[in-house]
């Protein structure tokens, strides 16, 4: 252990540790911004400067390390001043139209502003002297460089979490900035839209696109049929951007605060995730079979999930050589809005020119892919807007509904009934589970052998997860699978997928089935979800998703009563060739930078 | 306290037979070698000023078998043009300074980080270092010498961003501690030194450190190269032992009208008339890494300081809060005053704020801004303002 005082009050650490780290066990708050708890350390802003006894010069606590016999003071006039003065230097760059800005209120500069640097501007402001245009050209997400503190942040997660690298920072002097290729907009080079960036700016610089006005347009036309879906992650969310602590589900009160809004159709993604392990499941199991059986060599295994949007571009653009292994099914936003404007319009009678179908995720990915032109199945826009966690509790916040005396209440029907398996998709490990409480049970007909269904070892926060399941006592069709080892990883995180998709790339990998969610702990953590986050924050909503899942009365896909009326009335079997012009898609290989 | 009159000295460019030298050395062995250079005093010649023998013995203790030697030839500092006389002349030496160091903490690898605008240096520097690895093979050394191109950044001088640069990222300073002589090129203990810095280890290994410590001063043993330029008759490089004043040097180099030298270019000090003749031209007074400034009563100290801060907000990396902005805002301040936009007063709020950066930033360069633009703001107010 390493012993030293801060304040004057002496704290014992273990090697390795940082000043910072060593206050936060006293309970002394050293203002940060540059640092995150998801990323590596900066040491680039330095508000965090502290003093140390005899040093020339002050020192950044995050990324100092502890040593011995250290005397550290954080609340000198020198450090005081010293962070004024930084304060006031970030805030002379900054475009600071706060009352205007989407982060106004939760925005890390603000509130340095209002511990430091209050009253008048002590520097000229030099926000004129750059010449900043807003970069708006994705789907999904917004980059404002005048807004921008170059902390460094979205550099960071977009190289370390996500090895996508769409960001990097250019230039030097005055003319260092958090930049692309060559420049090129967003649109324009390999970012996946996954918003990871979004959730660790600070400030509004990075911000998903809203489509908030576009709903309220939609919802008061009297000519529209408004119907909305609401993805897993979001019920074990929204909570905490109206005052609830991370983990709260708010599932009935989500339903009831959508109908307050003037939604028309309150209805589920669940559905449709359920629809999703249906199709995922049997296309897996006709692969196992044209590949083990047939001796098809077309066939590619391992099949991969394709649920989550940023997940597809990052593999469209990096491994396209890999995309034959990507399952065909929709993910369930899109096969939800192929169904709300045919089965849906048809169940409930209404022209679907007038449907106006929108959602509501975890993601900002899922913007980008609505917009998609392989996103009309329908004959027309299969899903019109996206909106984020986010946008909804900002909706909820507008029409001055009081979300904690709201009652609870139920989705509509069709289309709005639920799974224990559909819930888990939030999770990372949430889709293989799914499919396989119900793959194992459509070949053995029996259920996994797993205490309450509960199939651990695809579960937890690990960045890769390997299981392998033991098929035993197959119904006579599915008897090439009698003793059959089905291995499986999933990947959560794109670095983490990256480092999966490289192995199978090389040969290495001997598994069959892949689950990957390009946001780090699956959909919980997702681009489009509350600000701040970190993996206490992603643990609580994990945790929530479990607990839904134990909550609901039936936790397989297969028994929901919805997906078996689906397949009855309209859609046949699955994978049938409606099935195939409805829910399923292709996609196309991009370029690598 | 102790001060030298003018001495020139020829050591660095005088032509010796460096195997001579090297012998020595490897006999010498790791122990030998850290000790005559602690012995010596010498200090890095590249700025910064830390002990070279205590730099070596640090990095000789490092357990890690891979390590590395890094001659710093980037030589971004205005006003310095020493390396590249040291490395057209005599580049055998500088050669010979790594292998000694290499020797002393055990790497077998070593890089010369040249400035790109040297890439006119590469073809003879290539033809010498091939003679060189033969010679020292021969000895019984078992290291390799690889040249690296600077592309233009003065920020890759500094020694953690020159490692960035080496391996092929964005030249960025790095977060210290952990120092180079623990975790420096490739995450690799690492010596870094100047060109100079090691032409010097060459000369103390040959005439041993009590020659050595005869000249200079108790603090600033040695001699070093000057790059003198500006207002003087005689500009050029000139190797002086260190300690003189300031007055001594601008009665050998000035025009008779010096009314201030900057001593250690853009990161350095500005030295007014008034305070030549208590000014020690060393380590107990003003270090430099070699450049000599000196300014007559015609310049205008304004576009002096100007120049330099110009300089700064276009070479700041551009990663640390302090730097980046205040480099801005010194440049765009001083400029505000001269055009009456902001009072006089303000100058004060911006000796404040150059004060931060000095403790503040991440790195030596927005460190050190606060030098020449307090040194200069205090000693010639009414130019700024007027
Ligand atoms: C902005 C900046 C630029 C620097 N440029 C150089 C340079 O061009 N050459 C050099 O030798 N040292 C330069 N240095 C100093 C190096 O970081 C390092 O201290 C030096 O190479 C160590 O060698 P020495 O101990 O032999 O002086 C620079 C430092 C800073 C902060
Ligand atoms: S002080 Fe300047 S050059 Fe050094 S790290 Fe900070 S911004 Fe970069």
């Known amino acids: 252990m390493i012993n030293l005082t801060i304040n004057s009050n002496p704290v014992a650490v273990p090697e390795g540790w940082t000043v910072l780290q060593a206050a936060e066990k006293l309970n002394v708050r050293i203002p940060t911004l540059c640092n995150h708890p998801d990323l590596c350390v900066a040491g680039n802003c330095r508000v965090c400067v502290v003093e140390q006894k005899d040093a020339r010069t002050l020192i950044a606590s995050c990324s100092q390390p502890a040593t011995e016999g250290m005397e550290i003071m954080t609340n000198t006039l020198k450090v005081r001043n010293a962070r004024k003065h930084i304060v006031e230097l970030l805030l002379s760059e900054h475009r600071a139209d706060c009352t205007k800005c989407y982060r106004n209120q939760n925005c890390e500069l603000q509130a340095l502003a209002n511990e430091f640097a209050f009253g008048d501007h002590l520097f000229l402001d030099l926000v004129g002297e750059h010449e900043h245009l807003i970069d708006r050209t994705s789907a999904s997400i917004i980059k404002d460089d005048s807004k921008c503190i170059r902390c460094q942040r979205c550099v960071r997660t977009c190289t370390e979490l996500q090895k996508v690298s769409a960001i990097a920072v250019s230039g030097k002097g005055h003319e260092q900035k958090i930049s692309t290729f060559h420049d090129r907009p967003i649109s324009h080079v390999v970012c996946t839209n996954c918003g990871q960036c979004v959730n660790r700016c600070p400030t509004g610089a990075l911000t998903e696109k809203t489509y908030i006005d576009h709903v309220w347009d939609a919802i008061y036309d009297p000519s529209k049929k408004v119907i909305v879906q609401t993805a897993p992650a979001v019920r074990v969310a929204l909570g905490e951007d109206l005052g609830y602590d991370p983990g709260e589900r708010v599932t009935g009160k989500l339903v009831s605060a959508l109908r307050q809004l003037g939604f028309d159709y309150v209805l589920d993604t669940d559905f449709s995730a359920d629809l999703t392990i249906m199709e995922e499941g049997t296309e897996l199991l006709t692969r196992l079979k044209k590949a083990l059986v047939d001796g098809d060599k077309e066939t590619s295994l391992p099949m991969f999930t394709s649920c989550s949007p940023g997940w597809i571009k990052f593999i469209e653009h990096k491994y396209p050589e890999l995309l034959p292994n990507l399952s065909t099914c929709k993910s369930p936003q899109q096969m939800f809005g192929a169904l709300a404007k045919t089965y849906f319009a048809d169940n409930v009678k209404v022209d679907p020119e007038n449907i106006v179908s929108v959602s509501i995720m975890p993601c900002t990915a899922k913007k980008f892919e609505a917009n998609r032109p392989e996103m009309r199945d329908s004959g027309y826009k299969d899903v019109d807007f996206v909106l984020t966690t986010r946008e909804l509790a900002i909706m909820i916040k507008q029409a001055g509904i009081d979300f904690r005396r709201l009652d609870t209440s139920n989705y509509d029907s069709v289309m709005g009934e639920s799974t224990g398996a559909a819930v888990i998709f939030g999770a990372t490990g949430g889709v293989m589970e799914a499919a396989l409480r119900t793959a194992y049970e459509i070949v053995t007909g029996k259920e996994v052998p797993f205490e309450n269904i509960n199939i651990m070892p695809v579960r937890g926060m690990e960045g890769v997860k390997e299981a392998t399941i033991k098929i035993e006592g197959c119904l006579k069709e599915w008897s090439f699978l009698e003793g059959a080892e089905l291995n499986v990883a999933i990947a959560h995180g794109l670095t983490n997928a990256d480092k999966v998709m490289s192995a199978v790339a090389r040969g290495e990998a001997n598994y069959h089935f892949i689950e990957i969610m390009a946001c780090p702990g699956g959909c919980i953590g997702g681009g489009g979800q509350p600000i701040p986050t970190s993996t206490a924050i992603r643990q609580n909503r994990i945790d929530a998703i479990y607990a839904e899942d134990m909550s609901m009365a039936i936790r397989k896909s297969h028994e929901n009563p919805e997906v078996v009326a689906v397949y009855k009335n309209f859609l046949g079997e699955p994978n049938s060739h409606k099935a195939h012009e409805l829910l399923h898609t292709h996609y196309v290989e991009r370029m690598r930078y | ?386």
């Open chain 2, 1 to 386: 306290m102790e001060t030298r009159k003018i001495t020139k000295v020829d050591l660095i460019f005088e032509h010796i037979d460096p195997r001579e030298v090297l012998v020595k050395a490897y006999k010498l062995g790791s122990e030998g070698i850290i000790q005559e250079m602690l012995d010596s005093g010498v200090k890095g010649r590249g700025g910064a000023g830390f002990p070279t023998g205590m730099k070596w013995k640090f990095c000789a203790a490092e357990p890690e078998p891979e390590k590395y030697i890094v001659c710093n030839a980037d030589e971004g500092e205005p006003g310095t043009f020493k390396d590249r006389e040291i490395l057209d002349r005599v580049s055998y030496k500088v050669f010979g300074g790594m292998a000694i160091a290499a020797r002393a903490v055990g790497a077998r690898r070593g890089y010369v980080y040249l400035r790109g605008e040297y890439k006119f240096l590469m073809p003879q520097l290539l033809m010498e270092l091939d003679g060189f690895h033969k010679m020292i093979d021969e000895i019984g050394y078992d290291f390799r010498i690889e040249f690296k191109l600077g592309s233009g950044a003065y920020i890759c001088g500094e020694e953690s961003a020159l490692f960035e640069s080496i391996e092929g990222k964005r030249g960025e300073p790095r977060n210290k501690p952990p120092y180079p002589t623990k975790c420096g090129l490739f995450g690799k203990p690492t010596v870094v030194n100047n060109v100079e810095t090691l032409v010097n280890a060459v000369i103390i290994i040959k005439y041993g450190s009590e020659k050595y410590r005869s000249m200079g001063t108790q603090f600033s043993t040695g001699a070093k190269v000057f790059s003198v330029s500006g207002d003087t008759p005689t500009p050029g490089i000139y190797e002086l032992e260190l300690g003189m004043t300031c007055l001594e040097f601008v009665k050998e180099f000035g025009d008779g009208d010096a009314k201030a030298v900057q001593v250690g270019g853009a990161a350095g000090f500005c030295v007014p008339r008034k305070a030549f003749a208590k000014t020690i031209i060393g380590f107990e007074g003003v270090p430099t890494g070699g450049s000599m400034k000196l300014f007559n009563s015609s310049r205008s100290m304004y576009n002096v300081l100007h120049n330099y801060l110009d300089f700064f907000a276009e070479e700041s990396c551009g990663q640390c809060t302090p730097c980046r902005i205040g480099t801005q805002q010194l440049l765009r301040g001083v400029e505000a005053v001269k055009r009456g936009e902001m009072k006089s007063a303000y100058l004060n709020e911006l000796v404040k704020l150059a004060e931060t950066m000095k403790i503040s930033s991440k790195c030596g360069l927005g460190q050190s801004v606060g030098n020449a633009f307090n040194s200069i703001v205090e000693n010639f107010r009414e130019e700024i303002i007027y």
